[in-house]
């Protein structure tokens, strides 16, 4: 199927068919019709499923560019995040004939100048951080009365931020009759009271994917057992020849020194992170998407929705404090179709980890740094899938055996090798007696 099926008015055809979009994901395609029909919706779908047009493209469609009024507010919980959907909007705002307003409100713009337009005329649809958009209303400038579409975008991300109050505030100034809707890559339970203060019968949809990652992305496993980190992503980085790759540093202190280390080795390397000013981060962002950089080391910060084009690769510094942001890392290679390597370094501290994202449905291959190249290694687990054949010891003879290896008094020793050689002689008797009660029992059988 192809986005033709949604009738959508000529400008947002011309606006997909500029962009490329052909075939709508699934998310698009199973909830932009309920959007479209003016229900609550709570979609969950994974990072780079398509949610932002999902929202956008039925905005747009139902817009009256003659009306002097906010008609839809979407909030995000980071200033990247804000830029990258008003961007998206910006794309299909340019094939209206009539002016529809579009406007960004985020920390570290000049909020004075915003409240001066806001006099003027009022935008049609206003995307920004909770913060300032609670700002530009509580001013009495920004007027949201009459607003038709309320969006939650990243809705997990903004309980984790602490931005929801604020989300809560903003909603609590809608019409009773403005639909809402909540995208999230998970629904945590905390989430939960807003939505029932808030939503009417709301669609709860969850988009299943067949991978957890997708298709086009090899994810490969690294051990940096006795080897130096720092040495060991200069190396992989020469060898692979990205073109261009992001590094996840699971703090800023270490995004810092990282950063810092590949700078010294003559790599021209951008750095993204929450301690940057909000202008830093901007320019950064601006010089990565004209390629001026071929390597970013970021925190989780960039890894959440900020869309990226042609990264290549995705190196992991430490497997993510919050398991759920490795598939955010990942995610962000591999899109629109195109294919994409993800590396993680792990030590063997990081078992536990790897055997959770396992359990998520990640799958790792095994991959070693060996003269130059990155070739195929043995499962970490090789050893103990091994040991799995072997014969197994009850949980009593195991721990005798255990007791038996350890530094103790001579005596004691004794006293274990005895215990162990006893009971295995008493299961040898049980075992003699319960063949001898089977074949007396044959032979009456017989008989």
């Not at 080795?265 to 940057?276: E, F, P, Q, R, S």
Request: proline residues 4%; charged residues 30%.
């Amino acid at each position: 199927m192809t986005f033709e099926r949604f009738k959508f008015k000529p400008e947002i055809q011309a606006a997909l068919d500029d962009i490329g979009f052909v075939t709508p994901t699934p998310v698009q395609e199973k909830l932009i019709p309920v959007v479209l029909s003016g229900r609550d919706v709570v979609g969950e779908s994974k990072t780079g499923s398509g949610k932002t047009h999902t929202f956008l493209l039925p905005i747009f469609e139902q817009l009256d560019p003659q009306k002097n009024e906010v008609q839809a507010i979407i909030t995000a919980p980071s200033r990247e995040l804000a830029t990258q959907i008003y961007q998206a909007s910006q794309q299909v705002a340019k094939f209206f004939d009539d002016e529809v307003r579009v406007v960004n409100y985020v920390g570290g713009t000049d909020k004075q100048r915003q409240l001066d337009k806001l006099k003027l005329a009022q935008p049609h649809i206003v995307i920004g951080t909770p913060g300032r958009i609670e700002d530009m209303i509580q001013s009495g400038e920004l007027l949201v009365h009459k607003t038709k579409t309320f969006v939650v975008d990243e809705a997990d991300m903004t309980l984790d931020m602490g931005f929801l109050d604020t989300v809560d505030r903003i909603a609590g100034r809608l019409g009773q009759e403005v639909q809402i809707l909540v995208f999230s890559a998970t629904i945590p339970q905390k989430l939960q009271p807003f939505l029932k203060k808030y939503l009417h019968q709301p669609l709860m949809e969850k988009i299943k994917t067949e991978t957890v990652i997708a298709d086009t992305i090899d994810n490969w496993l690294i051990s940096t057992k006795g080897r130096d980190k720092n040495q060991e992503i200069l190396a992989i980085l020469k060898t692979m020849q990205p073109y261009l790759a992001m590094i996840f540093a699971n703090t800023k202190t270490r995004a810092d020194e990282l950063h810092h280390f590949l700078v010294a080795n003559g790599l021209k390397v951008a750095k993204i992170h929450g301690d940057m000013p909000p202008r830093e981060r901007k320019r950064i962002m601006n010089q990565v998407k004209n390629l001026d950089y071929q390597y970013i080391v970021a925190t989780d910060l960039a890894a959440r929705g900020i869309d990226i084009e042609g990264v290549s690769h995705v190196i992991n510094d430490a497997i993510p404090q919050d398991l759920s942001f490795f598939v955010h890392r990942v995610g962000r290679t591999g899109r629109n179709g195109l294919s994409g390597i993800a590396i993680t370094l792990y030590q063997p501290s990081d078992d536990s980890d790897i055997r959770e994202l396992e359990k998520m449905g990640i799958r790792f291959v095994p991959k070693v740094l060996k003269n130059g190249q990155i070739e195929d290694t043995y499962d970490r687990d090789r050893r103990a899938n091994r040991e799995k054949t072997k014969e197994k010891l009850d949980t009593e003879m195991l721990g005798l055996v255990k007791k038996k290896k350890k530094k103790i008094k001579p005596g004691y020793k004794k006293k274990i090798q005895w215990a162990v050689n006893e009971k295995r002689r008493k299961e040898n008797r049980a075992k003699r007696r319960a063949q001898g009660r089977a074949e007396r029992k044959a032979k009456k059988q017989t008989f």
